[in-house]
Structure formats: structure tokens, C-alpha cells
């Protein structure tokens, strides 16, 4: 079987998460299978590994995938995309012979935006809900106090959450996190902490003694406009990924979200 991104598109648009699990031919490669859905969705969280189920997988983390193989998958492989869990798989069929697998579930996905007083949101885990983050802390080592002091000056709390909490990759494979902020801007009083494959700059005016404080600062990729947002960063990321209205949605393009990880699993 020849695997191409239009085969792929074939195969997902006719598997539905009450089909159940779709074995495949096998001289199918399931690495190559995995790489073509990785370079769609990131890095994909091991579920099953050699036989063996990771003893966190729960229903937030794909447990819903495991059902129909209940002891024959040999590994699993899986994705969080909207409303769906996606996973590659081996396992053995009724015969004993173990073969490739696609396969989807139902996944539930709480409502994008809090209905109370923002106070009440940690936007952090709201982003998480939202793009259906489900992998442990992917730099929550990074030495923040080395960062900031060499660039003389504190950052956001929200910011260095995200970049703990994602690592390097992209919001819906459009919106880069920068690890650590970019300084080209600093001239005009602006710190770059993210940018899109359109070139704008997502930044933040860096004034005043409280960086969670900050305004974002949108600035055009032709640096004819910048556009000032009171708002804290990773509420910013929510609202461009979910309000259609926002002037700078994502939502008018990507029915789901997901964050893209460019680190290999």
C-alpha cells in the first residue's frame, strides 16, 4: 500500500470513532503512517509501548483508544485533535498475526472560554483544553532567572508557563512559540515572545514593573501597524484560537486546535 497524504486523507475521512480500530495491509509501514500524521499533529504521546500500557493513560489522555484491542495492541500511538483521539497502532489481528492499524475515539472537549469573571481562569489550562494537551511538561526545567537576567528584565508568568508547558513547536501549526523573547524590537520598548508563517509579530510592550501587566502588541509583517491588546499572553493565544471575532482569529480557518510539537518523542 502506498501511503500519501491523500491516501491518509482517504482513510480518516471514512473512519468515524464508532467504527472501531482498521487493520491494514501488512506491508504497510506504520513508522511512515506515524510520520505523515506527525507532521500534521506533532509529536504523538505513546499510549502502548512493547505490550506494555502506560499506567497514566486515562480517559484525558486516550484511554477511549485502548478499548477495542483490549490485550492485543503491541504499540499505540495517538494524537489529540478537537473532538477526536487519532493513533497508529500494531496489533494483532483474530489470527494471531500482528499488523498496522488506524484508529479514532470520541473524545470530549470542554467548552473553549469561562463564563466567569476572568479572575477565575488560568488560562493556561484553559489553552490546554483547548488544544487537547495531554503530555507531561515538555522544558519544565528552563532557567528562568539565567533568561531574564541576561535580558534585563522579568517576563510574563503565563509566558514561562507556555514555554514550560509546550515547548518548541506551534499553535495549530501557524503560531510559533518563541522560547525565549526575541530582542529585535527592543528599540521601539517591544520584547517578540511569538510569530506566525505570515510574519507578524506577536510581542509585548515592556513597560512597568509587572510583566503580567504587559499589553500585547501585534505588529504587522510589513511594520506598518502595530495593534495594542490589554491582555495577558496566554489568554491572548485562547482568544485568537477560539473568538471568531478576535482581529487576529485563527478561528475562521481551523475548526479544532492543536499545538504542533516539534520535539521527537
Known amino acids: 500500500m502506498q501511503l500519501t497524504q491523500a491516501a491518509l486523507d482517504d482513510l480518516l475521512a471514512g ?4 467504527d472501531g480500530p482498521v487493520y491494514l495491509p501488512g506491508d504497510l509501514d506504520v513508522h511512515e503512517l506515524t510520520g505523515l500524521l506527525g507532521g500534521r ?11 506494555f500500557t502506560d499506567p497514566t493513560v486515562d480517559e484525558s489522555r486516550g484511554a477511549a483508544l485502548l478499548v477495542p484491542f ?12 478537537g473532538d477526536r483521539w487519532i493513533a497508529t497502532a500494531t496489533a494483532l489481528d483474530t ?31 484553559r489553552l490546554k483544553e483547548i488544544t487537547g494537551w495531554t503530555r507531561p511538561d515538555q522544558r519544565p526545567d528552563v532557567d528562568w532567572a539565567e533568561t531574564e537576567s541576561r535580558l ?17 513547536g506551534a499553535f495549530d501549526a501557524y ?50 501597524r502595530d495593534l495594542v491588546l490589554d491582555s495577558g499572553t496566554a489568554r491572548f493565544v485562547c482568544r485568537i484560537l477560539v473568538d471568531p471575532h478576535h482581529p487576529y482569529t485563527m478561528a475562521r480557518y481551523f475548526d479544532t486546535h492543536w499545538f504542533m510539537s516539534h520535539r521527537t518523542s
Open 15 to 18: 473512519l468515524g470513532p464508532d
Open 41 to 51: 499533529y506533532g509529536a504523538p504521546r505513546t499510549l502502548v509501548l512493547d505490550g
Open 70 to 81: 483490549q490485550d492485543r495492541a503491541v504499540t499505540i500511538r495517538a494524537w489529540a485533535y
Open 95 to 125: 489470527e494471531g498475526t500482528e499488523r498496522p492499524v488506524l484508529t479514532v475515539a470520541h473524545r470530549e472537549v470542554p467548552p473553549p472560554l469561562a463564563t466567569g469573571p476572568d479572575e477565575d481562569v488560568d488560562w493556561l489550562e
Open 152 to 168: 534585563g528584565t522579568a517576563l510574563p508568568s503565563d509566558y514561562k508557563r507556555m514555554v514550560e508547558t509546550f515547548g518548541v
Open 175 to 224: 503560531l510559533d512559540l518563541n522560547q525565549e523573547p526575541w530582542t529585535d524590537l527592543r528599540e521601539d520598548g517591544l520584547l517578540i515572545w511569538a510569530g506566525t508563517e505570515h510574519e507578524d509579530a506577536y510581542c509585548w510592550r515592556a513597560e512597568g514593573d509587572d510583566p503580567d501587566r504587559w499589553p500585547v502588541v501585534v505588529r504587522s509583517f510589513d511594520n506598518t
